[in-house]
């Protein structure tokens, strides 16, 4: 995996703990900032921080549309937690700039503010057999998903990890905690 070119969008949020997780797995993971940065990737990861923030500036850095294209057209990608509201076609309630290739419908702040954060260990078959800690920091959830999209885990019956083709997204933050698998599955989507 050390031939893989993986960027992590580095324009606001936790990017850098994303990176830090891809070097646990041999993968020198490069940060996103200009769309010059685009350039050669194989794979791309979206943080979490503010969805508005990072959508608007890669509105207004002219990144949106090429990145958008890049994931049509196969790219990898992961989001977490505002990464993957940047992913979701809907925004309940919003109109911010997003990437929109998924299928599904995401809810800002579904389980309360930043004092609600939580959490929890779930069930997500793909990474195996013992339980995934997840850190839920005023996470979304998805209330629709379109048929294509493949429901990965729940809490309280939403959806809270989602795949579609070449897109993976969870509202929690697997890179808060030392557990690869999450970071792993992703890189299996690469193909190498």
Known sequence: MA??????????????EHVTALARLGVAAREVRQLKDLDGLDAIVLP???STVMGKLLQDWQMLEPLRRRILDGMPVYGSCAGLILLCKDIEDSEQPRLGVLDATVRRNAFGRQVDSFET?????????????AVFIRAPVITRV????QVLAQVRDQAVAVRQNNVLATSFH???????????????????
């Open 3 to 16: 031939d893989l070119s993986v960027g992590v969008l580095a324009l606001q949020g936790a990017f850098r």
């Open 48 to 50: 979490g921080g503010e």
């Open 121 to 133: 260990d779930l069930t997500l078959p793909d990474l195996g057999t013992e339980p995934v800690h």
């Open 146 to 149: 379109g048929p294509k999209v």
């Open 174 to 192: 697997p890179e808060l905690t030392a557990d690869s698998r999450l970071h792993k599955y992703f890189l299996s989507m690469c193909g190498r």
